[in-house]
């Protein structure tokens, strides 16, 4: 295979853990290229199940597996994942995981102010994960941020602190928590950091590594409607999410990345506050959500769910420059007798065949829907696309159409084995 990135292309949760894993075995490596441990990755394979945050897809199945520059590490969480893996029987060590010394750290700082500016939002709130995520990429472009690579030197690591602390105690005392000291946070670093040290490789090192092994998968985290640029802006998530990211996240020129294949939900779904032009808030949402099993892996709320919209998605295809498609959980939908697409959208008697930036539209926004018939009948676990009732197929067919994309994969339930590809 040639170099390949995966990425959602809806608001996360499209199932990229389980299209990465299933494609693993094609490929020598797996990277990660942007977020951090607010993405929830969950494989089945055979009975287990794997819930990934920040280790990239690929470890559970032996693959050399790197956390690029374009990451925001939180030390502790990922100790903690890379020891519930390990209790799994996969083994994970610096030979296996390389983390790019230019990545940016979580710190106790950023998770409470996550969740206090939240707190302080009440309704307006983000609905954030409360991982830290934004405040860390903001310390990133405000140039405060603590590297990896600002903890090998004591007299360096203090001097960064002291600067980062100047800033966030400032902010900490307008919103009326107690000031945090050096020692505080050196005390928070120092069980790990000789670990997280031993992970750390120069990305220039890695990059070379990459290039020279060749097939490498990049994994997107969240989705390109939750991009911090693209997506339905304030409600989206702190990095980009878009294929455009790929090269910056992980140092590897815009010429290697061959392909990107969009990961696709069969129906909608969001967690968190913001836009959702075709959710459903009746019994039929109802429906999506427990025949879904939507629920947040990393913070167990429940997802909204709702019809697939082709305006969305034909949008983000777009600026992905996706060709291929991988649709996922077509299956959730065997029982229903109608299923809607929305095609475009009225504002004030007008048609839009896109999503408008402008806030003030958002409310006005009418979905006009396509109906089509639903094929009542299983298709979980089906491997071939003979298999697939007519109808299914239609519904296929009609996204293929709409968002002008060839679906190459198509999964039929969460394990491994249940894709269709074609
Ligand atoms: P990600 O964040 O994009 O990796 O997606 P998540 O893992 O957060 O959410 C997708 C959920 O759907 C997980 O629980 C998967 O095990 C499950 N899943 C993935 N593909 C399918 C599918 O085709 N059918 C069904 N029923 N579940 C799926
Ligand atoms: P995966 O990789 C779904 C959402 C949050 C919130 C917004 C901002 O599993 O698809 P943040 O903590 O990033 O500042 O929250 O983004 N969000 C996700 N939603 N899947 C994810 O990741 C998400 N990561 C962040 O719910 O609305
Ligand atoms: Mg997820």
Redesign the pocket.
Known sequence: MSNTAII?LQW???????IVDFLSDRFNSVVRFQGGHN??????VENKTFKLSLLP?GIVSNKFCVIGSGVVVDPIALFNEIEKISLAGIEINPQKLAIADNCCLILSIHRELDQLLEAKKGDKKIGTTGRGIGPAYEDKVGRRAIRICDLYDDKILINRLENLLFYHNLLRQSLGSQPVSVDQIMSEISPIRQKLISFSRSSFEITNQLESSGNIMFEG?Q?ALLDITFGSYPYVTSSNTIAGQISLGCGLGVDKIDKTIG?LKAYTTRVGSGPFPTELTDKIGEFLRIE??EI??VTGRDRRCGWFDAVLVSQVIKLCAVKEVAL?????LDKLDKIKICVAYKIDGKIFNYFPQDISLWDKIEPVFIEIDGWQSST?GIQSLDEMPKLARDYIAKIEELCKVKATII????KRN?TIIL
Do not use: L, Q, Y
């Open positions: 959602g996360g949760d499209e199932g990229k853990g389980k993405a929830g990755h969950t494989i089945k897809s985290a989705g990961v879904g099993n947040g892996t996922t959980k077509i299956d959730v979980i999964s039929t339930g969460p249940e």
